[in-house]
Every structure is written in structure tokens, then in C-alpha cells.
């Protein structure tokens, strides 16, 4: 009985939206002329009618309620030569599209679509979304990278209101957050700690990435289960046309990529691939200099596969696996510890993509992510400590997002959420912690995009929680909305809750190796923000966008890892301290899209404090955290100097990191022991406020010069980088060496110039 | 904001250089070729180019070998001359606190007591103008009266610390009798008026409590050990001694506990080194006695062990032995306000933002207490040890 009525309101539905749908419509893909990947956030306008869409990360794109006849649509894409097509639109319901964008490296034969800005597609700065910063993947690779390392985070880090907690450090701090609170979202699959070798670099594979897109803040109920930002990450869908690879060796590290169409041409495949191969170096070290040092080594691998099930079917399969492992033998002849450290990330999921009618797109989502560590030591055969930590997240999610009003786009959908974690501490075979605990998280979502007026729109949401552990019900409003003061210039207005279920451990700035997610149970409520951000966005010529935003958000119940707790009480409360905190500034932004010259300029003026009453962090008081900085300018530029050579450059300068500083010293006296047996009189720094203290500003040059050219009859492209060029090691930490009287005050700075080089060749 | 300005500006030497490349390299850019046709069928504005080089008002503008030249030669030029600074160091005034260390033993005279004022880092440290060595000895308080009594047990007489003229600075107990028993909670308080570092009369007055832990039971297993396991007896009458001289080829003691309740917040092992530091021998294999020199920073002649309150067993392995002689090793199980002055050290000195531990009300420092338990051995090197090398 319950099936028919279900059926009954399913059929009813569909004929309200077959009613709705009354006028002709245009839909499909477009995709990359090249390779047939879907291209997402593609601008497409509807010439003189001041209509258009925006393709959805699948490249889907739906434009409703046109009257039957013939349209020229002008379709374009930051990286890709503008494109036209006309279109016959009748009442009858048409197929979807194919609409092929050839990119912009391939030079074209015919005339270039020129547009006017007027009459410009609404794109994703125009809509009522605030804070989005897209990167595509030229821009992700053609940036100046670390080790001859593109890095994904790194290109991140160089948006303003994004900051990095030191150049040793890939993490990113959005807008006063701390990485954990970050969504990030791997081809739609939650990613725990997406760093290699201690923080240095990001997992995620530059070759691998087509498109990644940064919220910063205020971003739609779409998107839940973190307070602070979403950093989605869309990877390579595979060449659909044919096989194709690529292989590149720089100094610490090769990669590889292979793509193609599957068979019959029913879909295609991605993958790709890196490892380090520092080993023969450190071996070398080791000999010449007499000194231990580690083996290490990390790796990680993507791969995805679409299935083309039919014309309106998808079914996406992908994986990702990146490990880090270090091994390493120390002390005396007779008396050797030997230190085990390995930790990563393994996902698998699936999508299955499907268009129900003409305007009706459902997506379902099946994912498991696990994110592990392990640290062992040994001294000869006894194992002093052994820690082990893993964290999974089982993921089922599906939305339905409808495309079929002019004045609508509604999309909701729901998450259900499986969270296991498992830590030991253990010496021999004796386990002093062992905590295992798992958990469920169910969401709800619902949010539309309204065009109340043709120059304002609204985009309310709203996201409903309920977590399992403790029976916590979280209901999280979103609303967003745009006014069009004028084709250039729009004011955007967002702001709502936004909710957090999970907790990291964390010792140090950043993702480490030792973070430990820790899911909220019935001992702490979960943690939210209340954010707000008013943005003006002016697009002065076509290719030129101006971006200024306002930001405050109110963090509550922030946690941090309670250091001053050994015990292995195993709830939530034990392992946190619980605070709240703050985040406001301005932050500018001046983009150049189009030309020889592409690039931004940016600035942001913020601040963000935090606090932990009653616990032993800066006496419960209010503190600035280490990525507090007030003042950020970043200039970045590429430079396409002729067909072979291209140069990028990056340069930054912000406020110095804080840090504690001693104020005072004296003689600690250990119960039994004299200060005759320290080696230094027992002498011990005291040390002021978390934070009191500056270092002097940070100010970097990183320059890349790439070469491209023909390798016996392949593409290849020699890249030459200059890390750093200048020479301006950037201050990280504070020491206060007291084997020395006066005590001696060392200031670690990080990494100097470094050039390097690197090569690649597609085949 | 203007430090960091000024931070810019000392870099005029990068800046200069910056000047100069960019000049040759805008010199070269406006230098004018012959125009290339102004348009080109089929092609659009923005791809009428002249070859390789840039169109601006209807004529191509040479990209020329010096323009390229200089933007290599810049970072080259950068990279020579570095563009490093220090770090000024800033100070905020501060005012030196009296700070009391005071250890309750269970069943142990009251010895361990100390006053000191804490010195301004400003005036020892090398970030610093004039620093100067820094002297325990000019910051200790010797005039002050220190007050020890049982809060839950007022029968006992409070006990009146006297100050050790030998040792200034420390204070002890003259009445042998007065000991401290577990599960009791104990106060001190301390008043002082005299002279504080810069020769001005002050007067404080410090608090603080503790709760000294009970007695517990250690099984402790060695070959060495008569029977190969015993219990060790409490300080102070006695403690547990291992005969034979051993080395670090040796199998590893291991031992377990059975808390009393009321027996501490946690367990701190002590390991001494009893050698005078001039007579220090490494039991490192690879050290060669009479080449091999040992570093300044190596002079440690004490290891800890920290374990949380729930850990009942512990395997003691040989890597907190680094040289040859006799070694006092001490258990203590411990009161909660030194657990955390132990924990928060550790913390600070992993760098970790922790605030500077204490429990001591108008000051600085620690009030805490402990049962010990003790026992010694004796380690040699491996060579030196019947059959070996």
C-alpha cells in the first residue's frame, strides 16, 4: 500500500515538473574537445536573451523556458577558446548536447567569438554563491612549485584569506581556521589528512587534478559537516578520444599518468601515479657525512574509470591510495633503537550519475575513506612504544538537483555517515591505551536558487543533523543572495551555521603524521560557526575580475588536543580542551583571465583570536594562534612569453608568524634530583603569553621557466624553478638553547633558494 | 605595521638590484621593430602577434635576448646577495616572582625545599644587549619563613623550616620525627619581607597543598635477582641493591605494581648516574676511551621516565643508561601537582604552548610529594665485563 502511494506522488511529481516544463528547454555536456572530459563551471550564454548556465562539475548544464526557435549559444571557459552554437529549440523534448571547447594551447583556424561583457553568461561569480575561488589545472601546474613538486595545497595557499601555517607546512588555514576545519572533498570523498612527508607536501597528484574549487567561507547547504571551508577537488575523467600518457622525473621524485576510452568507447579511464626516490640520496648522506639519517619514501596513486551505462547514465568507480614510510636506525653499537613511521590514505568510491528527465539529475554516492598511522620504536628486541591510529568514514550520499524553472534550481539530497576510530598505545605486547569507537552521522539538505528579481536572487538552504553518539540534533540555516547593481558590479550577501562532528587530535601546526579524528560522543557537544561575508564583485573588462569581501565568523566550541591528559578515558571530552574563537578582515582580489598575461593580486587584513577557559593554554585567556596574520599580499603571474616558453612567479609578503617568548629564567629542581646532574645547572626559560611575540615579516619570490619542445617526436617540457629566489628564509620557530651562559637564543629559519628542474614527456 | 615596513626597506640591497634588471629589462621591451601587418584574415585581435614578440598600438614590440636575459639573470643576482635579516629581539618589562620548590616524601624527613627569585630573561640571554651569565646563586632567598603543616590532621605540630647556611637557598627540616604520611593533605606557606633582586623591600606571601601518595607494592623480575623476582622495600630504611656489575648486554628488568588507592596521579622513574661528571665513562661501544672527547651538552647525568596513572607495568630498558658506574634508580609514585609539573615541562619543551606549571598561590613553583621507592645498580662497558672484547 505504501509502495503505490510512493509511486503515486513519484508520477505525480514528474507530471507537475512535464507541466512546468511546458516551453522548450536546452541541456547537455559540454567537454573538452580534446580529450571529451566533462568541463565544469563553463560559462554558456544564450546571445541576446541575457539567459545562460553554468555547467555543474559533471559539466551538466540545463536552461529552461525558451521559446521555440533557433538560438546561438556562445559557450566559454577560462583555458579554452570561446565556442558557438546554434540551437533549435522546439517543444519537443531534445536531447542533451555535446558541446565540444577546444582548449586555448591548440591554436584555431577560424574567428575567435568575441563577446561582449554585457552580454556574458551568468558564470559562478554570478550567482548568489560569495567566497568561491575556482582554479583550473593550468593554473594549479603552471605555478611555482616546491621541490619541482606541483602542489596542489601550495596553489591554495596563494588565494588571499588563505594562509599557511610556515613554507614547511602544505596545511591551509582559511579565513582564521584550523585545517580541521576544511572539508576536503577528493572527487566527492571526504580526505583526512592529505599531506605527505610531515606536511610538506599535499597528496594530491597535480597530474591527476582537473579542477579544484576553494569556499571559502559561507558556502551552501550542499555542503556539511565542517565549519569553517570546502576545498573540492575534481580529478582528470580520462581522454575520451584516445589513450594518452605522461611521465615526468624531477629531483626527489617521477610521476606518471596514463588515460583513455574505455572499449567501444562506453567510457574512460584516469590514472596516475608518483613516488619519491630519495633512498640512494640519503644513502649516500649517510656515508659521506657519518651521520643517521632515515630511509623515507611516499607514494600515491589515483585512478578513476567511467562507465557510460547509457545516453543519461554514468557510473564513475575510482580509488586513491598515498602512504608515507620511514624507517630509521639510531643510537649506540651495542644499544640500537630502531623507529617504524608509516601513515596514509586509502579511498574507494563510486558515483553513479543519472539523468532522470530533462532537467532532473540524481547523483548517488557510495565512499569509504581510511586514514592511518603507525609509530613504532624499539631499543634492541624490546618495543618501547608502539602507536597506532586509524580513522575510516563510510559514506552513502545521493542528491537530486532540478534544473526545470527559470527561476528555480532546487537541489537536496541526504548523507549517511559511518565513523570508526581505533587507537592503541602499546610497549611489548601490553596495550596502556586502546580505544576503539565508532559512530553515525545522518544530514539532510535542501536549498534552491531563486531569482526573485531579474537583478536579485537568493539562495536559501538549510542542513539538518542528526549525530548518533550522544543523540546530537544540529539544524544549520544557510542563505546567500545577489543584488545585480549592474552588469559589472554585484553584491553579494552570505552567511548561516555550519556545523562540525569530528574532532583532530593534532600536535603542531598543521596535518601531522600523529593526527587523530575523534568523532563527538555524548561527553562533548559538536563544535559550529556562525559566519557572515559581504562581497562586491566588479568585472571591470571581460577577462578582468575585482573581488573585495568582508568576513566575521564566531567559532564555538573549538577544540584542542589537551596535552596535559595521559589518562585513557575513552570519550571525546578527555582527549579536548574546549574554547571558542573569532575570525574577521577584508580580504581583495584582482584576477586576469584571459591573455598572456594571467594572474591575481590579492590582499587580505584579517585577524582571529581564540581562547580555552580554564585550561593551561595561555591561562584560559584569549591568544592569537600561529597562522594569525595580520597583513597578506600575494602576486601571482603567468607569462606566456611565445610558444615555448612560459614563466610564472609568485611573490608574497605577510605579517611574521607569532611566537612565545621568553620572558624570564630560572633553576628547576626535580623531585630527587640535583641541578649538578643536568648538564646545563637546570637552568629553565619561562616563557609569557602563547604567542606575545613576532617574528619580522615573511616575504618570498618563487619563480618557474617552462620550456616545452619535442622529445624524439613527444611533448615534452622541461621545467626550471627557483624556490625561494632571493634568499629569504622565512622564521619558523623560537629556541632557547640553556647549555649556553647566557642562554643562547636560536631562530630556526626554513628553507633557503633552492633551483631545481624537472622534466616531462606525454605520450 | 611599521616594523615590517622597515623590515622591507633594510633590504635595499635586493631592492637595488630589483631597480636595476627591471630598468634594462623595460628599456629592452619598448625597444620598436618595424611593424607587422596590422591585420590578418581569420585572425583575431587578440592572436595578431609578430612572430614571438607582443602587438601594441598597430606595432610589434621585440622580445629581445637582453629582456630574457635579465629576467634569468635577476633571481641569479638575488640568490648571490641573499636577502636575510635577523630577528630584533623585543622585550616586555618583567617583574621577577618568588618561586618555592618543596617535596613531601612519604615517610621522609622534609629536605628538599627551596626558595629563589626568577631572573628577568633580558639580562641572560644572547638576543640581548650586556647579557651576562646567569647565577643561580644571585637570585636565591634566604631570610624567608616557611610554614609546613597537616590540613587534615591537626594534631600534628607545624613544622618550621630552617635555612641551610651552606646551602642558601634551601631549606630543611631539624625534626627527623616530623614525617610526612600518605594519603594526608599538607599546606605550606611561606611569608618573606626583605629585599627582592633590585634591592627593594618587598614583602609575599605564598600557599599551596598536596596530598602525599601512598605505599604500593613493586614485583620486580631479573635473572640477578635471588629467586629471579622480589618486591622492593620503601625508602627510607631500605632499598633494593643488584650485586653483580652489569652491562648493556644484559636481559632488562621488568616489573609491575598494584596501586594503593590513594597512591598517586601517575609514576615517575628517576635513573642518577652517582659519577662525579669529570669521571664520566660512555658506555657507547663506539666511544674511544682517550681520543674520543665527550660534547659539552652530553653532561646529563639523569634520565625520567614518565607513566600515567593507569600504567601498572613497565619494562626498563637500557636506553636511559649512557655511562659506566654505579646508577640510583628511584619509583616514585606522584602527587597530581607534580604529575603536572612534570607533564607541562615536557610539553614546553617540545616547543607545545603550554603555560609555565605550578601550584604555587602568590608565585612560582611546585609543592608536591611522592612515595619513593629505590634501588642500585652497577653498569660497566661491554668490553670491559668478563668476556667481553
Known amino acids: ?93 531534445m536531447n542533451p548536447l555535446k558541446i565540444e571547447l577546444i582548449p586555448s594551447s591548440v591554436e584555431l583556424e577560424d574567428v575567435v567569438v568575441e563577446i561582449e561583457a554585457e552580454e556574458k553568461a551568468e558564470d559562478i561569480r554570478k550567482s548568489p554563491r560569495v567566497s568561491v575561488v575556482p582554479v583550473d589545472k593550468a593554473t594549479i601546474r603552471s605555478l611555482p612549485s616546491l621541490m619541482a613538486e606541483t602542489d596542489v595545497l601550495r596553489a591554495i595557499q596563494t588565494i588571499p584569506g588563505v594562509k599557511s601555517s610556515s613554507d614547511a607546512n602544505s596545511s591551509i588555514f582559511v579565513r582564521g581556521g584550523s585545517p580541521d576545519q576544511t572539508l576536503i572533498l577528493l572527487d566527492h570523498n571526504i580526505l583526512f589528512n592529505p599531506t605527505h612527508m610531515f606536511g610538506l607536501f599535499s597528496t594530491f597528484n597535480a597530474d591527476a587534478v582537473k579542477y579544484l574549487e576553494l569556499k571559502k567561507g559561507a558556502f551552501p547547504a550542499y555542503y556539511g559537516g565542517r565549519m569553517g571551508s570546502v576545498l573540492e577537488v575534481i580529478t582528470n575523467d580520462g581522454n575520451r578520444r584516445k589513450a594518452e600518457g605522461m611521465a615526468s622525473i624531477g629531483i626527489i621524485s617521477a610521476r606518471a599518468s596514463l588515460e583513455g576510452p574505455l572499449p567501444n568507447n562506453k567510457g574512460s579511464y584516469a590514472i596516475a601515479g608518483r613516488r619519491t626516490y630519495m633512498e640512494p640520496v640519503l644513502e649516500i648522506m649517510r656515508n659521506a657525512m657519518d651521520v643517521e639519517l632515515p630511509d623515507y619514501y611516499f607514494y600515491d596513486v589515483n585512478g578513476k574509470v567511467n562507465f557510460d551505462l547509457t545516453d543519461r547514465t554514468t557510473l564513475t568507480v575510482g580509488a ?68 597506532y591510529n586509524t580513522f575510516m568514514d563510510w559514506t552513502f550520499k545521493g542528491d537530486v538537483e532540478y534544473m526545470g524553472q527559470e527561476k528555480h534550481k532546487f537541489k537536496t539530497g541526504f548523507w549517511a555517515r559511518r565513523y570508526y576510530t581505533h587507537f592503541y598505545s ?70 548561516g551555521r555550519y ?55 564566531d567559532m564555538n566550541r573549538i577544540t584542542n588536543f589537551d596535552y596535559m591528559n595521559t589518562g585513557t578515558d575513552d570519550e571525546a571530552k578527555d582527549a579536548f580542551i574546549i574554547g571558542d ?107 609569557g603569553e602563547v604567542n606575545n611575540y613576532r617574528f619580522p615579516a615573511d616575504h618570498r619570490l618563487d619563480i618557474t621557466a617552462s620550456y616545452k619542445h619535442t622529445f624524439f617526436g613527444l611533448p615534452a617540457k622541461l621545467n626550471i624553478s627557483v624556490y625561494n629566489a632571493y634568499n629569504r628564509r622565512s622564521f619558523w620557530r623560537r629556541f632557547y638553547n640553556t647549555n649556553e651562559n647566557p642562554v643562547e637564543v636560536e631562530d630556526v629559519k626554513l628553507l633557503p633558494v633552492i633551483p631545481l628542474l624537472s622534466y616531462e614527456v606525454s605520450f | 605595521m611599521m616594523n615590517q615596513i622597515l623590515n622591507i626597506i633594510k633590504c635595499g640591497w635586493c631592492r637595488l638590484i630589483v631597480d636595476t634588471a627591471s630598468q634594462s629589462a623595460y628599456n629592452s621591451y619598448n625597444t620598436v621593430i618595424p611593424a607587422c601587418p596590422e591585420s590578418i584574415p581569420g585572425v583575431s585581435a587578440a592572436q595578431r602577434t609578430c612572430g614571438n614578440d607582443e602587438v601594441r598600438e598597430g606595432r610589434c614590440h621585440e622580445g629581445t635576448l637582453l629582456k630574457y636575459t635579465a629576467l634569468i639573470i635577476i633571481p641569479f643576482l638575488l640568490i648571490l646577495s641573499g636577502c636575510d635579516v635577523n630577528n630584533p629581539s623585543e622585550v616586555e618589562d618583567y617583574e621577577p616572582a618568588p618561586m618555592l620548590t618543596a617535596y613531601l616524601y612519604n615517610g621522609e624527613p622534609v629536605e628538599e ?69 600518605g594519603k594526608q593533605k599538607y599546606g605550606v606557606i611561606v611569608d618573606y619581607t626583605g629585599p627582592n633582586i633590585y634591592e627593594d623591600t618587598v614583602t ?186
Open chain 1, 1 to 93: 500500500m505504501l509502495t503505490k502511494k510512493i509511486n503515486l506522488i513519484i508520477f505525480t511529481l514528474l507530471c507537475l515538473i512535464t507541466i512546468v516544463q511546458a516551453e522548450g528547454i536546452i541541456r547537455g555536456y559540454v567537454i573538452d574537445a580534446y580529450s571529451a572530459e566533462p568541463l565544469p563551471v563553463v560559462n554558456i550564454l544564450v546571445e541576446g536573451t541575457k539567459r545562460g548556465a553554468c555547467t555543474n562539475l559533471d559539466g551538466y548544464f540545463v536552461i529552461d523556458n525558451l521559446q521555440p526557435k533557433v538560438y546561438n549559444l556562445i559557450i566559454s571557459f577560462v583555458g579554452y577558446h570561446t565556442a558557438e552554437k546554434q540551437v533549435v529549440v522546439t517543444y519537443e523534448v
Open chain 1, 320 to 387: 586513491y591510495r598515498g602512504n608515507d614510510v620511514m624507517d630509521m636506525e639510531m643510537g649506540d653499537t651495542d644499544n640500537r633503537y630502531s623507529l617504524g613511521l608509516q601513515w596514509g590514505n586509502r579511498s574507494i568510491y563510486s558515483r553513479l550519475r543519472h539523468a532522470m528527465s530533462r532537467n532532473l539529475f540524481v547523483s548517488l554516492v557510495a565512499a569509504w575513506s581510511r586514514y592511518h598511522s603507525d609509530f613504532s620504536i624499539a631499543n634492541e628486541d624490546v618495543t618501547i612504544n608502539d602507536y
Open chain 1, 426 to 495: 602499546r610497549t611489548e605486547d601490553v596495550s596502556y591505551v586502546d580505544v576503539e569507537e565508532h559512530t553515525y552521522n545522518y544530514s539532510i539538505f535542501a536549498q534552491d536558487e531563486w531569482r526573485i528579481h531579474p537583478l536579485f536572487e537568493i539562495q536559501p538552504g538549510i542542513r539538518v543533523y542528526y549525530h548518533e553518539a550522544g543523540q546530537h540534533f544540529m539544524v544549520d540555516p544557510r542563505m546567500a543572495m545577489v543584488y545585480y547593481f549592474n552588469p559589472q558590479i554585484r553584491f553579494k550577501l552570505a552567511g
Open chain 1, 499 to 553: 556545523s562540525q562532528f569530528i574532532n583532530i587530535i593534532t600536535v603542531g601546526e598543521g596535518f601531522n603524521m600523529f593526527d587523530m579524528w575523534v568523532p563527538v560522543d555524548d561527553s562533548v557537544e559538536p563544535s559550529y560557526a556562525d559566519q557572515i561575508v559581504f562581497s562586491v564583485e566588479y568585472d571591470p573588462k571581460e577577462d578582468l575580475q575585482f573581488t573585495t569581501e568582508a568576513y566575521y565568523t
Open chain 1, 581 to 687: 574563537g573569532y575570525a574577521y578582515g577584508l580580504e581583495w582580489m584582482l584576477r586576469r583571465t584571459e591573455g598572456r598575461w594571467t594572474g591575481w593580486l590579492g590582499y587580505s587584513l584579517s585577524w582571529t583570536k581564540r581562547r580555552f577557559p580554564g585550561s593551561f593554554m595561555n591561562g584560559g585567556g584569549w591568544f592569537y594562534p600561529k597562522w594569525d596574520r595580520r597583513h597578506d599580499f600575494i602576486a601571482v603571474c603567468n607569462y606566456a612569453v611565445n610558444k615555448r616558453w612560459d614563466i610564472s612567479a609568485t611573490w608574497r609578503y605577510n605579517t611574521g608568524q607569532g611566537f612565545t617568548q621568553g620572558v624570564g629564567l630560572t633553576t628547576i629542581r626535580l623531585a630527587g634530583i640535583d641541578p649538578e646532574y643536568w648538564s646545563n645547572g637546570a637552568n629553565w626559560v619561562m616563557t
Open chain 2, 113 to 181: 625545599v627551596y626558595m629563589q627569585w626568577t631572573a628577568p630573561f633580558e639580562y641572560h640571554a644572547t638576543a640581548y644587549n650586556n647579557a651576562i651569565p646567569y647565577n643561580p646563586d644571585d637570585y636565591i632567598i634566604t631570610d624567608a619563613v616557611i610554614k609546613i603543616f597537616a590540613l587534615d590532621n591537626p594534631a600534628v605540630d607545624i613544622l618550621i623550616l630552617t635555612h641551610d647556611s651552606e646551602v642558601p637557598g634551601h631549606y630543611y627540616s631539624e625534626d627527623d620525627d616530623w614525617l610526612p604520611q
Open chain 2, 204 to 389: 609575599f606571601h605564598l600557599e599551596s597543598t598536596t596530598i602525599v601518595p601512598d605505599h604500593y607494592d613493586i614485583h620486580i623480575f631479573h635473572p640477578y635477582i635471588p629467586g629471579g623476582s622480589t618486591i622492593i622495600p620503601p625508602m627510607p630504611d631500605n632499598s633494593l641493591v643488584i650485586e653483580p656489575v652489569m652491562t648493556r648486554d644484559d636481559s632488562s628488568f621488568f616489573m609491575y605494581w598494584n596501586p594503593a588507592p590513594d597512591s598517586g596521579h601517575g609514576y615517575i622513574v628517576n635513573f642518577i648516574t652517582m659519577v662525579d661528571s669529570d669521571s664520566l665513562v660512555p658506555l657507547d661501544p663506539d666511544f674511544v676511551i682517550g681520543e674520543d672527547e665527550i660534547e659539552e651538552d652530553e653532561y646529563w647525568r639523569f634520565s625520567i621516565e614518565f607513566m600515567p596513572e593507569d600504567q601498572l607495568q613497565y619494562t626498563m630498558g637500557w636506553y636511559y643508561f649512557n655511562w659506566e658506574g654505579l646508577h640510583q634508580i628511584t619509583f616514585m609514585a606522584v602527587s597530581k601537582e607534580y604529575h603536572d609539573y612534570m607533564l607541562a615541562g615536557m610539553n614546553i619543551m617540545q616547543g607545545l604552548d603550554v603555560d609555565m606549571p605550578g601550584n604555587i598561590e602568590g608565585g612560582e613553583g611546585i609543592f608536591g610529594a611522592a612515595c619513593r621507592y629505590r634501588m642500585y645498580i652497577e653498569l660497566e662497558r661491554v668490553e670491559n665485563a668478563p668476556g667481553g672484547n
